[in-house]
Protein backbone atom coordinates (compact mmCIF):
# COMPACT_ATOMS: atom_id res chain seq x y z
CA UNK A 1 0.00 0.00 0.00
CA UNK A 2 1.43 3.34 -0.87
CA UNK A 3 0.34 6.37 0.84
CA UNK A 4 -0.49 10.03 -0.71
CA UNK A 5 -0.90 13.32 1.04
CA UNK A 6 -1.91 16.49 -0.65
CA UNK A 7 -1.10 19.70 0.67
CA UNK A 8 -4.42 22.28 0.37
CA UNK A 9 -7.78 21.94 0.03
CA UNK A 10 -8.69 24.12 -2.92
CA UNK A 11 -9.79 24.30 -6.14
CA UNK A 12 -7.04 21.56 -7.37
CA UNK A 13 -6.50 20.30 -4.12
CA UNK A 14 -10.23 19.07 -3.81
CA UNK A 15 -9.85 17.97 -7.77
CA UNK A 16 -7.24 15.65 -6.96
CA UNK A 17 -9.50 14.25 -3.68
CA UNK A 18 -12.32 13.94 -5.91
CA UNK A 19 -10.42 12.37 -9.02
CA UNK A 20 -8.12 10.16 -6.94
CA UNK A 21 -11.93 8.63 -5.12
CA UNK A 22 -13.85 8.36 -8.20
CA UNK A 23 -11.14 6.65 -10.02
CA UNK A 24 -9.30 4.98 -7.65
CA UNK A 25 -9.65 1.33 -8.89
CA UNK A 26 -8.41 2.11 -12.42
CA UNK A 27 -5.45 4.45 -10.78
CA UNK A 28 -4.82 1.47 -8.66
CA UNK A 29 -4.56 -1.31 -11.34
CA UNK A 30 -2.61 1.17 -13.48
CA UNK A 31 0.23 1.98 -10.61
CA UNK A 32 0.14 -1.87 -10.06
CA UNK A 33 -0.41 -0.82 -5.91
CA UNK A 34 -2.64 -0.27 -3.88
CA UNK A 35 -3.20 3.64 -3.32
CA UNK A 36 -4.70 5.61 -0.38
CA UNK A 37 -5.44 9.23 -0.01
CA UNK A 38 -3.73 9.44 3.39
CA UNK A 39 -3.75 13.13 4.68
CA UNK A 40 -5.22 16.48 3.47
CA UNK A 41 -3.23 19.14 4.79
CA UNK A 42 -5.26 22.66 5.23
CA UNK A 43 -5.26 25.52 7.35
CA UNK A 44 -9.38 25.74 7.36
CA UNK A 45 -11.84 22.87 8.79
CA UNK A 46 -13.61 21.17 6.79
CA UNK A 47 -16.09 19.37 9.07
CA UNK A 48 -18.74 18.09 6.47
CA UNK A 49 -16.79 16.96 3.74
CA UNK A 50 -16.93 12.85 3.26
CA UNK A 51 -12.62 12.91 4.07
CA UNK A 52 -12.96 14.91 7.41
CA UNK A 53 -11.36 12.25 8.70
CA UNK A 54 -8.42 12.16 6.82
CA UNK A 55 -7.55 16.39 7.29
CA UNK A 56 -4.68 17.71 9.13
CA UNK A 57 -3.00 21.19 10.07
CA UNK A 58 -0.05 19.32 10.73
CA UNK A 59 2.81 19.51 7.92
CA UNK A 60 4.77 17.35 10.20
CA UNK A 61 2.67 14.41 10.85
CA UNK A 62 2.70 13.96 7.13
CA UNK A 63 6.44 14.03 6.45
CA UNK A 64 7.36 11.66 9.43
CA UNK A 65 5.07 9.11 7.93
CA UNK A 66 6.75 6.33 6.14
CA UNK A 67 3.89 5.15 4.56
CA UNK A 68 3.48 8.11 2.58
CA UNK A 69 5.74 7.85 -0.97
CA UNK A 70 3.86 11.05 -2.43
CA UNK A 71 2.67 14.36 -1.71
CA UNK A 72 0.87 16.57 -4.04
CA UNK A 73 1.89 20.07 -3.39
CA UNK A 74 -1.14 22.20 -4.68
CA UNK A 75 -0.99 25.22 -2.80
CA UNK A 76 0.69 27.54 -4.97
CA UNK A 77 3.28 30.27 -4.20
CA UNK A 78 6.26 30.11 -3.08
CA UNK A 79 6.18 29.88 0.99
CA UNK A 80 5.14 27.88 2.44
CA UNK A 81 5.33 25.88 -0.49
CA UNK A 82 9.17 25.58 -1.03
CA UNK A 83 9.81 25.00 2.35
CA UNK A 84 6.87 21.63 2.21
CA UNK A 85 8.64 20.37 -0.81
CA UNK A 86 11.83 20.80 -0.20
CA UNK A 87 11.83 18.82 3.21
CA UNK A 88 9.60 16.19 1.29
CA UNK A 89 12.34 15.76 -1.50
CA UNK A 90 15.08 15.59 1.47
CA UNK A 91 12.88 12.13 3.23
CA UNK A 92 12.73 10.48 -0.19
CA UNK A 93 8.99 11.16 -0.58
CA UNK A 94 8.33 12.26 -4.22
CA UNK A 95 6.36 15.72 -4.69
CA UNK A 96 4.41 16.15 -7.71
CA UNK A 97 2.21 19.74 -8.12
CA UNK A 98 0.71 22.45 -10.21
CA UNK A 99 2.45 25.40 -8.69
CA UNK A 100 4.02 26.63 -11.65
CA UNK A 101 5.45 29.97 -10.20
CA UNK A 102 7.52 27.54 -7.60
CA UNK A 103 8.71 25.67 -10.72
CA UNK A 104 9.52 28.81 -12.83
CA UNK A 105 11.36 30.58 -9.71
CA UNK A 106 13.30 26.98 -7.57
CA UNK A 107 12.39 24.70 -10.57
CA UNK A 108 16.02 23.60 -11.03
CA UNK A 109 17.02 23.30 -7.55
CA UNK A 110 14.07 21.09 -6.30
CA UNK A 111 14.88 18.64 -9.43
CA UNK A 112 18.80 18.57 -7.81
CA UNK A 113 16.90 17.75 -4.48
CA UNK A 114 15.05 15.12 -6.07
CA UNK A 115 17.99 13.56 -7.58
CA UNK A 116 20.28 13.74 -4.41
CA UNK A 117 17.43 12.00 -2.60
CA UNK A 118 16.43 9.40 -6.05
CA UNK A 119 12.83 10.40 -5.94
CA UNK A 120 10.93 12.51 -8.36
CA UNK A 121 9.72 16.46 -8.23
CA UNK A 122 6.84 16.16 -11.84
CA UNK A 123 4.76 19.66 -12.57
CA UNK A 124 2.65 18.34 -15.44
CA UNK A 125 -0.05 20.54 -14.33
CA UNK A 126 2.14 23.44 -13.67
CA UNK A 127 1.58 24.24 -17.13
CA UNK A 128 -1.27 24.02 -19.65
CA UNK A 129 -3.79 22.28 -16.71
CA UNK A 130 -5.03 19.18 -17.92
CA UNK A 131 -2.83 18.93 -21.57
CA UNK A 132 0.08 17.07 -21.66
CA UNK A 133 3.42 19.56 -21.99
CA UNK A 134 6.10 18.35 -20.08
CA UNK A 135 6.24 14.47 -20.69
CA UNK A 136 5.80 14.74 -24.26
CA UNK A 137 8.67 17.71 -24.01
CA UNK A 138 11.06 15.16 -22.37
CA UNK A 139 9.96 12.11 -23.23
CA UNK A 140 7.82 11.68 -26.40
CA UNK A 141 9.76 14.04 -28.18
CA UNK A 142 13.16 13.66 -26.82
CA UNK A 143 15.23 12.80 -30.19
CA UNK A 144 14.57 16.78 -31.11
CA UNK A 145 15.85 19.38 -30.16
CA UNK A 146 13.43 21.92 -29.69
CA UNK A 147 14.19 25.44 -31.33
CA UNK A 148 11.27 26.95 -30.38
CA UNK A 149 7.88 27.07 -28.23
CA UNK A 150 4.59 29.54 -28.64
CA UNK A 151 1.47 29.45 -26.80
CA UNK A 152 -1.54 30.45 -25.58
CA UNK A 153 -0.41 29.68 -21.63
CA UNK A 154 -3.32 31.67 -19.74
CA UNK A 155 -7.04 30.63 -19.52
CA UNK A 156 -8.44 33.14 -17.68
CA UNK A 157 -7.14 35.50 -20.31
CA UNK A 158 -8.45 33.49 -23.54
CA UNK A 159 -11.13 33.18 -22.15
CA UNK A 160 -11.55 36.97 -20.99
CA UNK A 161 -9.84 38.08 -25.02
CA UNK A 162 -12.73 35.52 -26.56
CA UNK A 163 -15.66 36.96 -24.89
CA UNK A 164 -14.14 40.27 -25.57
CA UNK A 165 -14.01 38.84 -29.63
CA UNK A 166 -17.34 37.19 -30.10
CA UNK A 167 -19.53 38.93 -27.55
CA UNK A 168 -18.27 42.46 -27.41
CA UNK A 169 -18.58 41.38 -23.37
CA UNK A 170 -16.96 43.91 -21.28
CA UNK A 171 -13.52 42.71 -19.69
CA UNK A 172 -14.36 42.99 -15.73
CA UNK A 173 -17.51 40.90 -16.89
CA UNK A 174 -15.55 38.59 -18.39
CA UNK A 175 -13.02 38.33 -15.78
CA UNK A 176 -15.41 38.36 -13.12
CA UNK A 177 -16.81 34.85 -15.01
CA UNK A 178 -13.72 33.82 -15.36
CA UNK A 179 -13.18 33.99 -11.73
CA UNK A 180 -16.67 32.22 -11.20
CA UNK A 181 -15.66 29.51 -13.48
CA UNK A 182 -12.60 28.67 -11.24
CA UNK A 183 -10.14 29.50 -13.64
CA UNK A 184 -8.54 32.72 -12.28
CA UNK A 185 -5.76 32.94 -10.21
CA UNK A 186 -6.41 34.41 -6.63
CA UNK A 187 -4.96 37.10 -7.61
CA UNK A 188 -6.10 37.70 -11.04
CA UNK A 189 -3.25 40.32 -11.76
CA UNK A 190 -1.13 37.69 -12.34
CA UNK A 191 -3.29 36.41 -15.17
CA UNK A 192 -4.37 39.62 -16.53
CA UNK A 193 -0.86 41.24 -16.53
CA UNK A 194 0.76 37.93 -17.61
CA UNK A 195 2.92 37.01 -14.97
CA UNK A 196 0.55 33.27 -15.08
CA UNK A 197 2.28 32.30 -18.57
CA UNK A 198 5.53 34.10 -18.08
CA UNK A 199 6.00 31.32 -15.23
CA UNK A 200 4.31 28.66 -17.69
CA UNK A 201 6.83 29.84 -20.78
CA UNK A 202 9.84 30.01 -18.40
CA UNK A 203 9.43 26.36 -17.59
CA UNK A 204 8.88 25.19 -21.34
CA UNK A 205 11.84 27.55 -21.96
CA UNK A 206 14.31 25.92 -18.79
CA UNK A 207 13.22 22.56 -19.80
CA UNK A 208 13.35 22.38 -23.81
CA UNK A 209 16.80 24.88 -23.42
CA UNK A 210 18.48 22.98 -20.70
CA UNK A 211 19.20 26.36 -18.35
CA UNK A 212 17.09 27.93 -15.75
CA UNK A 213 14.84 30.86 -17.30
CA UNK A 214 13.93 33.15 -14.63
CA UNK A 215 10.13 34.92 -15.04
CA UNK A 216 12.36 38.17 -14.33
CA UNK A 217 14.21 38.35 -17.31
CA UNK A 218 11.19 37.41 -19.82
CA UNK A 219 9.37 40.78 -20.96
CA UNK A 220 5.84 40.62 -19.71
CA UNK A 221 2.34 42.42 -21.23
CA UNK A 222 -0.87 41.57 -20.01
CA UNK A 223 -4.15 42.43 -22.03
CA UNK A 224 -5.48 45.13 -19.52
CA UNK A 225 -4.65 47.59 -22.10
CA UNK A 226 -6.71 45.54 -25.12
CA UNK A 227 -9.87 47.42 -26.18
CA UNK A 228 -12.79 46.60 -28.58
CA UNK A 229 -11.35 49.23 -30.89
CA UNK A 230 -8.02 47.12 -31.25
CA UNK A 231 -10.11 43.84 -31.58
CA UNK A 232 -11.92 45.69 -34.23
CA UNK A 233 -8.84 46.36 -36.13
CA UNK A 234 -7.06 42.93 -35.68
CA UNK A 235 -10.46 41.71 -37.54
CA UNK A 236 -9.77 44.01 -40.45
CA UNK A 237 -6.52 42.55 -40.33
CA UNK A 238 -7.86 38.90 -40.82
CA UNK A 239 -6.32 38.11 -37.17
CA UNK A 240 -7.59 37.59 -33.04
CA UNK A 241 -5.76 38.91 -29.94
CA UNK A 242 -4.38 36.02 -28.34
CA UNK A 243 -1.91 36.37 -25.68
CA UNK A 244 1.14 34.53 -26.68
CA UNK A 245 4.27 33.37 -24.56
CA UNK A 246 7.14 32.05 -26.92
CA UNK A 247 10.64 31.51 -26.15
CA UNK A 248 13.37 30.40 -28.71
CA UNK A 249 16.59 28.60 -28.64
CA UNK A 250 19.96 31.06 -28.43
CA UNK A 251 21.83 31.24 -31.70
CA UNK A 252 25.49 30.40 -30.94
CA UNK A 253 27.10 32.42 -28.49
CA UNK A 254 23.45 34.80 -28.07
CA UNK A 255 21.27 34.51 -25.59
CA UNK A 256 17.40 33.16 -25.65
CA UNK A 257 14.68 34.98 -26.84
CA UNK A 258 11.51 34.73 -24.79
CA UNK A 259 8.58 37.27 -24.42
CA UNK A 260 4.45 37.31 -22.98
CA UNK A 261 2.55 39.95 -24.82
CA UNK A 262 -0.84 40.32 -26.69
CA UNK A 263 -0.46 39.59 -30.57
CA UNK A 264 -2.27 39.69 -34.02
CA UNK A 265 -2.49 36.15 -34.72
CA UNK A 266 -4.59 35.10 -38.39
CA UNK A 267 -7.54 34.05 -37.39
CA UNK A 268 -7.52 30.16 -38.81
CA UNK A 269 -3.88 29.57 -37.51
CA UNK A 270 -3.33 26.69 -35.44
CA UNK A 271 -3.46 29.33 -32.00
CA UNK A 272 -5.52 31.93 -33.72
CA UNK A 273 -8.33 29.09 -32.97
CA UNK A 274 -7.98 28.21 -29.94
CA UNK A 275 -10.38 30.05 -27.96
CA UNK A 276 -12.32 30.06 -24.11
CA UNK A 277 -10.65 29.21 -21.90
CA UNK A 278 -8.37 26.33 -23.93
CA UNK A 279 -4.70 26.36 -24.24
CA UNK A 280 -2.68 25.82 -27.06
CA UNK A 281 0.78 25.08 -27.41
CA UNK A 282 3.44 24.97 -31.01
CA UNK A 283 6.11 22.65 -30.00
CA UNK A 284 9.08 23.29 -33.02
CA UNK A 285 11.25 19.84 -33.34
CA UNK A 286 14.11 19.99 -35.07
CA UNK A 287 12.72 16.57 -36.52
CA UNK A 288 8.66 16.96 -35.79
CA UNK A 289 8.47 19.99 -37.39
CA UNK A 290 5.54 21.86 -35.36
CA UNK A 291 3.58 20.18 -32.78
CA UNK A 292 0.80 21.42 -31.40
CA UNK A 293 -1.06 20.56 -27.88
CA UNK A 294 -4.63 21.43 -27.24
CA UNK A 295 -7.08 21.25 -24.39
CA UNK A 296 -8.28 22.88 -21.39
CA UNK A 297 -5.55 25.35 -19.97
CA UNK A 298 -7.48 25.43 -16.38
CA UNK A 299 -10.18 24.62 -14.24
CA UNK A 300 -10.07 22.38 -11.34
CA UNK A 301 -10.57 18.49 -12.62
CA UNK A 302 -8.57 19.40 -16.12
CA UNK A 303 -5.49 20.39 -13.47
CA UNK A 304 -6.35 17.70 -11.08
CA UNK A 305 -6.05 15.60 -14.12
CA UNK A 306 -2.37 16.52 -14.37
CA UNK A 307 -1.70 16.06 -10.83
CA UNK A 308 -3.08 12.45 -10.39
CA UNK A 309 -1.30 11.30 -13.60
CA UNK A 310 1.95 12.50 -11.81
CA UNK A 311 1.17 10.69 -8.29
CA UNK A 312 0.54 7.40 -10.87
CA UNK A 313 3.79 8.14 -12.60
CA UNK A 314 5.84 8.38 -9.08
CA UNK A 315 4.35 5.47 -8.27
CA UNK A 316 5.73 3.44 -10.75
CA UNK A 317 9.14 5.24 -10.90
CA UNK A 318 12.05 3.47 -9.62
CA UNK A 319 14.44 6.09 -9.14
CA UNK A 320 14.55 9.91 -10.33
CA UNK A 321 13.35 10.92 -14.17
CA UNK A 322 17.08 11.11 -16.02
CA UNK A 323 15.18 13.51 -18.42
CA UNK A 324 13.28 15.80 -16.23
CA UNK A 325 15.76 18.30 -15.43
CA UNK A 326 18.03 21.46 -16.50
CA UNK A 327 21.21 23.31 -15.72
CA UNK A 328 20.96 25.75 -13.01
CA UNK A 329 21.73 29.71 -13.56
CA UNK A 330 22.10 32.68 -12.46
CA UNK A 331 19.75 34.17 -14.62
CA UNK A 332 20.88 36.96 -17.33
CA UNK A 333 20.54 34.12 -20.24
CA UNK A 334 17.15 36.51 -22.26
CA UNK A 335 17.70 38.44 -25.13
CA UNK A 336 16.54 42.37 -24.89
CA UNK A 337 13.74 42.86 -25.47
CA UNK A 338 14.81 45.67 -27.68
CA UNK A 339 16.63 43.55 -30.22
CA UNK A 340 13.52 41.37 -30.46
CA UNK A 341 12.41 41.85 -34.68
CA UNK A 342 8.90 42.37 -35.30
CA UNK A 343 5.77 43.33 -37.66
CA UNK A 344 3.61 46.14 -34.92
CA UNK A 345 0.61 47.39 -35.14
CA UNK A 346 -0.30 50.96 -34.08
CA UNK A 347 -3.56 53.04 -33.24
CA UNK A 348 -3.38 56.85 -33.13
CA UNK A 349 -5.32 59.73 -32.91
CA UNK A 350 -3.98 63.14 -33.97
CA UNK A 351 -6.27 65.38 -36.15
CA UNK A 352 -2.97 67.60 -37.23
CA UNK A 353 0.08 65.45 -37.90
CA UNK A 354 -0.12 63.47 -40.97
CA UNK A 355 0.37 60.29 -38.77
CA UNK A 356 0.64 57.42 -42.19
CA UNK A 357 2.76 59.90 -43.85
CA UNK A 358 5.25 60.36 -40.50
CA UNK A 359 4.67 56.08 -40.44
CA UNK A 360 5.75 55.13 -43.44
CA UNK A 361 9.27 57.63 -43.20
CA UNK A 362 10.04 55.91 -39.54
CA UNK A 363 8.66 52.39 -39.95
CA UNK A 364 8.64 51.70 -43.94
CA UNK A 365 5.37 50.79 -46.04
CA UNK A 366 2.25 49.81 -43.57
CA UNK A 367 -0.51 48.41 -44.04
CA UNK A 368 -3.79 50.87 -43.20
CA UNK A 369 -6.49 49.37 -41.37
CA UNK A 370 -10.02 50.29 -40.76
CA UNK A 371 -13.30 49.57 -38.63
CA UNK A 372 -17.21 50.55 -38.29
CA UNK A 373 -17.34 53.83 -36.67
CA UNK A 374 -13.84 54.45 -36.84
CA UNK A 375 -13.66 58.38 -36.58
CA UNK A 376 -11.79 61.04 -38.54
CA UNK A 377 -8.79 61.19 -36.41
CA UNK A 378 -8.01 57.64 -35.65
CA UNK A 379 -5.11 55.94 -37.95
CA UNK A 380 -4.51 52.18 -37.42
CA UNK A 381 -2.01 49.98 -39.63
CA UNK A 382 0.39 47.12 -39.87
CA UNK A 383 3.95 47.49 -41.11
CA UNK A 384 4.71 45.50 -43.75
CA UNK A 385 8.22 44.55 -42.30
CA UNK A 386 9.49 43.02 -39.60
CA UNK A 387 11.39 45.71 -37.16
CA UNK A 388 13.84 45.37 -34.61
CA UNK A 389 11.37 46.95 -31.51
CA UNK A 390 14.04 49.84 -31.11
CA UNK A 391 13.27 51.20 -34.33
CA UNK A 392 9.86 50.53 -33.33
CA UNK A 393 10.05 52.26 -29.84
CA UNK A 394 12.16 54.94 -31.24
CA UNK A 395 9.09 55.65 -34.06
CA UNK A 396 6.62 55.79 -31.20
CA UNK A 397 8.48 58.28 -29.12
CA UNK A 398 8.92 60.79 -32.71
CA UNK A 399 5.19 60.40 -33.12
CA UNK A 400 4.53 61.41 -29.54
CA UNK A 401 6.78 63.54 -29.54
CA UNK A 402 4.87 65.49 -32.23
CA UNK A 403 2.01 65.50 -30.21
CA UNK A 404 0.13 62.01 -31.92
CA UNK A 405 -1.73 60.03 -28.66
CA UNK A 406 -0.29 55.96 -29.59
CA UNK A 407 -3.32 54.66 -28.79
CA UNK A 408 -2.55 51.15 -29.28
CA UNK A 409 0.57 48.69 -29.64
CA UNK A 410 0.47 45.15 -30.35
CA UNK A 411 2.92 42.82 -32.35
CA UNK A 412 1.81 40.80 -35.11
CA UNK A 413 2.92 37.22 -35.31
CA UNK A 414 2.69 34.64 -37.72
CA UNK A 415 2.19 31.48 -35.77
N1 LIG B 1 -5.05 30.99 -13.79
C1 LIG B 1 -4.50 30.00 -14.63
C2 LIG B 1 -5.08 30.15 -16.02
C3 LIG B 1 -4.79 28.65 -14.07
O1 LIG B 1 -6.07 30.88 -16.17
O2 LIG B 1 -4.57 29.58 -16.97
C4 LIG B 1 -4.07 27.53 -14.72
O3 LIG B 1 -2.68 27.64 -14.56
Known amino acids: MINIAVLGYGTVGSGVVEVFFKNRESLQKKAGQELDLKYILDVRDFPDSPFADRFTKDFNKILDDDSVKVVAEVIGGIEPSYGFTKACLERGKSVVTSNKELVAQRGAELLAVAREHHCNYLFEASVGGGIPIIRPLHMCLAANQIDEIAGILNGTTNFILTKMIRENMAFDEALALAQKLGYAERNPAADVEGHDACRKICILASLSFGEHVFPKDVYT ?7 L ?5 AQDFGSVIKLIGRCKRAGDGGKITAMVAPAFIHHESQLGT ?6 GILVRGDATGDVVFYGKGAGKLPTASAVVGDIIECVKATDTSPSLRWNPSEGGNVADRADNVTRVYLRCRSDEVKVLEVARKLLGEVQVLSRPGQ ?3 EFAFVTEQALPERTIDAAVEKLTGMGVEVLGKIRVLDY
Do not use: H
Open 375 to 377: PAD
Open 229 to 233: EDVAY
Open 274 to 279: VDDVFN
Open 221 to 227: EGITKIT
